[in-house]
């Protein structure tokens, strides 16, 4: 039996404050408690290196026989410090930190991040920037999704879908990389708006996609929904209903196959989503079944607001006019569509030393944020994305916590898994559809 005191982490004074010191304890406590001789129940690491749990987490389950009584999320093993990173950069540089948070949703970060310094400045960001917002964040949820039913398909076996959805999410990191020449982790919104215009040919791409993937969803459903061994791996496997997702604190298409129609789009919109029409799909089956037919819906919908948001572009700004805020200070695109334009870098470099004092100091020391502290919230393919943000009237953040949706929903696991089998583990973890760059930022 161990000691009180051994039930807490260790912990000493320094001169930064108190510090504990938090040691991976349960791996022996759970061996130490089995009797090699007389107990049938056996501990198996699952993970961290492994292709079944989305990265790099590490699931100490306690087995007897096939069944789990009991299973331990272990995270941690990232170490990205991307929150305390952002302490040491401007307020614009912080976007090409948080947009590697949940790598497979780039964009939300960066949306989620940008709405609190906005809210911190008192800013509002023109309309057209705000409309392709919306646009980049419905594509980036398609393509999130699509890696979530891609992965799903690999580890039940179901390989093509593995195929089909890497396949099609390659459609969109190309109108990525064709708005703003990256295809992850773009830093393209930026407060105040994003960096730049979509280019005509982006938008082209973007119609194109619109009319291609409802044929590509038809396929997904013409290879999985009537598929005997899906539906066995899938219905009633995993099963956590409302009062359960309540109680842990689980948002995003988990929440909603469990029947209620929580979105933030709807009941908090933000971005102008209260201007679009779309509907908010829920099952009621609670389990790993519901979830996939979800994300399903869901693409669906963002097809129809990506549809709106095009139709709702309107000639106009994407930066605000606040010159002491726009970064880069008056930028105008180079020939090839990225970096600065020679008709710009004549008139900072030749024409205008005012011109030229105010780029370097903008982008090397950054715009001063009002001293205050404001929380953001966005609708995230995997729920409730949340963003607080702390400033001390600086050109740095003094803190910026995210509200993580992957590290909250995990909770679920033990929840989803004890008492079922071993390979429904893999199963319900894949309906939670965690990202563990999110988890451990």
Not at 191 to 204: C, E, F, N, T
Not at 357 to 384: C, M, N, S, W
């Amino acid at each position: 039996m161990f000691a009180q005191e051994d039930a807490y982490a260790a912990e000493r004074e320094t001169t930064e404050g108190k510090v504990y010191t938090v040691t991976g304890g349960d791996w022996d406590e759970l061996v130490a408690a089995v009797d090699p001789v007389n107990d049938e129940r056996l501990i198996v690491n699952l993970g961290p290196q492994h292709p079944s749990t989305h990265g790099v987490l590490r699931l100490v389950c306690e087995m007897e026989g096939e069944t789990v009584r009991s299973i331990r999320p272990v995270i941690g093993y990232l170490h990205t410090g991307i929150e305390k990173n952002l302490e040491y950069r401007t307020w614009t540089q912080g976007c090409t930190f948080v947009t590697r948070a949940d790598y497979l949703a780039p964009i939300f970060n960066e949306v989620g991040y940008c709405l609190a310094v906005e809210k911190l400045l008192g800013v509002t960001v023109p309309e057209r920037a705000d409309v392709i917002r919306v646009i980049m964040m419905e594509l980036n949820r398609i393509s999130s999704h699509l890696v979530a039913l891609a992965t799903t398909g690999m580890e039940l076996g179901a390989l093509s879908m593995m195929i089909y959805g890497f396949r099609d999410r390659e459609k969109v990191l190309d109108i990525f990389e064709a708005v703003s020449g990256l295809r992850m982790n773009m830093a393209y919104v930026r407060p105040g708006g994003v960096a730049q215009d979509l280019p005509d040919d982006a938008i082209r791409m973007i119609r194109d996609f619109v009319d291609y993937m409802p044929k590509g969803l038809d396929d997904y459903e013409g290879l999985l929904s009537g598929n005997a061994i899906w539906q066995e791996r899938t219905q009633g496997v995993a099963y956590l209903d409302v009062s359960g997702c309540l109680a842990l604190g689980v948002t995003g298409p988990v929440l909603r196959s469990a029947g209620l129609p929580w979105d933030l789009r709807k009941t908090m919109p933000y971005c102008g989503y209260e201007d679009y029409d779309f509907d908010v799909p829920t099952q009621t089956g609670a389990d790993a079944w519901a979830r996939y037919l979800v994300r399903l819906d869901e693409i669906r919908e963002s097809l129809k607001i990506i549809e709106q948001g095009l139709a709702k572009l309107r000639p106009g700004p994407v930066m605000v006019e606040d010159k002491k805020i726009a970064w880069p200070a008056q930028l105008a695109l180079g020939a090839d569509g990225m970096g600065n334009s020679l008709n710009h870098i004549r008139h900072i470099m030749s024409q205008s030393m005012e011109a030229l004092i105010h780029h370097f100091k903008l982008v090397t020391e950054g715009f001063r944020v009002p001293a205050g502290q404001v929380y953001t919230a966005i609708e995230a393919p995997r729920g409730e994305l949340g963003i607080h943000a702390v400033s001390d009237g600086g050109t740095r953040p003094f803190r910026v916590h995210m509200r993580e949706p992957s590290f909250v929903n995990l909770q679920a696991i033990p929840a989803v898994s004890e008492g079922g089998l071993l390979a429904d583990v893999i199963a319900g973890g894949a309906s939670l559809d965690p990202v563990m760059g999110g988890c451990d930022r």
